[in-house]
């Protein structure tokens, strides 16, 4: 168990947490271009920045997750920033603090931490030891600016979990961590989800909790979670799906997913052992909303079957064809090409 924090307070206190929704998504709605870097918002639109924290306080979320999702070095120098990277984190986490800070109830800031873009030795150039201090210089921005908790998100490698995860012990920040579950029910680099738990368990005082993000879509990112309360079923386990599935309509994508779908959504991620439930990529005030309704409003019930999940959500769009539904055990076939 790891110490208290306000994370973990937070948790003992309501049992379960919202989490927010979308920030590409609805910063695009708002006048970003294709390209640019979000981050370097934090400092030119900083307003923006404060209205969709806002938004997503006034819906509901117990968790806000700051505007730094690129914010390493290695991010940052595809924009000409990466001797930035200390004063656009403390900035991203001073906009959410203040939010937070004069919300009516207890929010969360959490410290938003992507992967790099680059792969570690020996797929690629990047060191173990470099990535620890790249997340770390991260990190110390978004601890100066206020940020409760490291929240580590999107990743693929196990390795680049485990950089991240040291990096906030070494800053003094607890963390939690989740992967992204898009290649046929893995991540991109092969992580299982029955196997998230076990990946930085070791590391500091452990995460607070962990679990997956983003993905192609809801229903697909249940069989995770189903998955992985299955496999540590005392674990608080974070759920942040995509608003439904993102389909291009012109040169824009939008996402299938309605609030009362993300409502159901909210309530099966209840079900299926999620304390931590939020919104990923699509998800707007409005879904928030609705998912916050769903919540408060739910009697817990059985756990789902993947069979519930895909007949109340929809199919599954990128796992293997005999997902388990919750049993690690049991065999799976190979995904049809």
């Not at 690629?124 to 991260?138: H, I, K, P, R």
Request: proline fraction near 5%; glycine fraction near 12%; charge should be negative.
């Amino acid at each position: 168990m790891t110490a208290a924090n306000p994370l973990t307070e937070l948790l003992a206190e309501k049992g379960v947490l919202l989490a927010d929704g979308a920030t590409g998504t609805n910063l695009f709605a708002m006048g970003l271009e294709a390209g640019d870097a979000p981050e370097l918002w934090n400092e030119t639109q900083p307003e923006k920045i404060d209205r969709l924290h806002q938004g997503f306080v006034d819906a509901g979320a117990d968790i806000i997750l700051t505007n730094s999702f690129g914010g390493t070095r290695h991010r940052l120098k595809l924009h000409k920033a990466e001797d930035r990277v200390f004063a656009l984190n403390k900035r991203a986490a001073e906009i959410a603090r203040a939010v937070a800070d004069r919300a009516p109830r207890k929010v969360i800031v959490a410290g938003s931490v992507g992967p790099t873009g680059e792969l570690l030795i020996p797929l690629g150039a990047l060191s173990y030891e470099d990535a620890v201090a790249a997340f770390a210089e991260q990190i110390e921005g978004l601890k100066a600016g206020g940020a409760d908790v490291a929240w580590i998100e999107t990743m693929s490698s196990a390795d680049e979990i485990r950089a991240a995860a040291e990096a906030a012990t070494k800053v003094g920040l607890p963390y939690t961590y989740t992967g992204s579950f898009d290649t046929a029910g893995k991540t991109m680099m092969g992580l299982d989800p029955k196997d998230i738990h076990r990946v930085a368990g070791d590391i500091g005082k452990g995460p607070v909790a962990v679990g997956a993000n983003c993905g192609v879509g809801a229903s697909d990112i249940l069989s995770s979670l189903l998955d992985m309360t299955a496999a540590d079923p005392e674990a608080i386990t974070i759920v942040k799906g995509n608003c439904g599935i993102p389909e291009y309509k012109g040169a824009e994508i939008h996402y299938s997913g309605t609030p009362p779908l993300m409502a159901e959504y909210a309530r099966l991620a209840r079900n299926a052992g999620a304390k931590i439930i939020g919104g990923c990529c699509g998800t707007s005030f409005e879904h928030l909303a609705a998912m916050r309704a769903a919540l408060d409003g739910h009697t817990p019930g059985p756990r789902p079957t993947i069979e519930e999940v895909v007949e109340r959500i929809g199919p599954l769009r990128n796992k293997m064809a005999s997902q388990s539904g919750g049993d690690p055990s049991r065999e799976r076939r190979r995904r049809r090409a």
